[in-house]
């Protein structure tokens, strides 16, 4: 099992929709989790943390389910600014360090 | 705001070439970290440095090599450049692994010619 693992997409929203990505990671020891944004041809840039009991900002909720190891990311309202790679990142167990994701393509149209 | 800073957006160099990347941070940050990011690969992490004069290999350090000789500056170095090192090259700070935000430079898009 790949140390974090997310569906690529594209997924394809209508503006105003509901989308949520899940990313699942392999070690149960992992303690910190986040989502970043990247758009095209730009750097990542920290969208949100995932804490314990799930947050939210905005319009953008972050769950962290530790027994089924995933953790989701929830956009209500999408906007076409939404539209942007969405990259799951852990912590790695050992070493302090990051793993991030490949990332999840979001492209929300008119 | 924390700000990263790559020394170029785009960079063309030759086979063989030696190739010097710099990265500034402006934030005191201690820890520092080159990745590269390739299309289906996504982000892998060359060398990592978490203090002066310190370094570690990440997942991919061969043929690549690193400096840190202030705080704020993390310079990567293509030894010698082959066309599999073509890639965007990305630097990150961070104030405490492994828990901390990470911020990112706009990145350098080398290509090996």
């Known amino acids: 099992r790949k140390e974090v693992e997310q569906d690529p997409g594209p997924f394809n929203v209508p503006e105003g929709a509901t989308v949520a990505f899940n990313c699942t990671y392999s070690?149960?020891?992992?303690?910190?989790f986040f989502w970043y944004r990247q758009d095209c041809r730009k750097e990542p840039k920290l969208l949100m943390s995932?804490?314990?009991s799930g947050n939210e900002d905005g319009r953008f909720t972050a769950q962290l389910n530790r027994a089924s190891q995933y953790i989701s990311l929830l956009i209500r309202d999408s906007k076409l600014s939404d539209s942007a790679t969405y990259l799951c990142?852990?912590?790695?167990?050992?070493?302090?360090?990051?793993?991030f994701g490949k990332g999840t393509m979001l492209l929300v149209s008119p | 705001d924390v700000k990263v800073t790559q020394s170029s957006r785009y960079l063309v160099k030759r086979t063989g070439e030696k190739v010097f990347l710099e990265c500034v941070q402006d934030?005191?940050?201690?820890?520092m970290f080159w990745y590269r990011q390739d299309p289906g690969l996504g982000l892998r992490l060359i060398y990592f440095?978490?203090?002066?004069?310190?370094?570690e290999k990440g997942d991919i350090p061969e043929g690549y090599s690193v400096s840190r000789e202030k705080k704020e500056r993390f310079s990567l170095i293509l030894e010698s450049a082959s066309t599999n090192q073509t890639s965007m090259y990305l630097c990150?700070?961070?104030?405490?692994?492994?828990?901390?935000?990470?911020?990112f430079g706009p990145g350098t898009r080398l290509t090996v010619l």
């Open positions: 934030m005191d940050h201690e820890n």
């Open positions: 070690n149960s020891a992992s303690q910190s």
């Open positions: 995932v804490y314990s």
């Open positions: 990150a700070s961070s104030l405490q692994p492994p828990a901390d935000t990470q911020y």
């Open positions: 990142v852990v912590n790695r167990v050992g070493y302090s360090t990051l793993t």
């Open positions: 440095s978490y203090d002066v004069k310190m370094k």
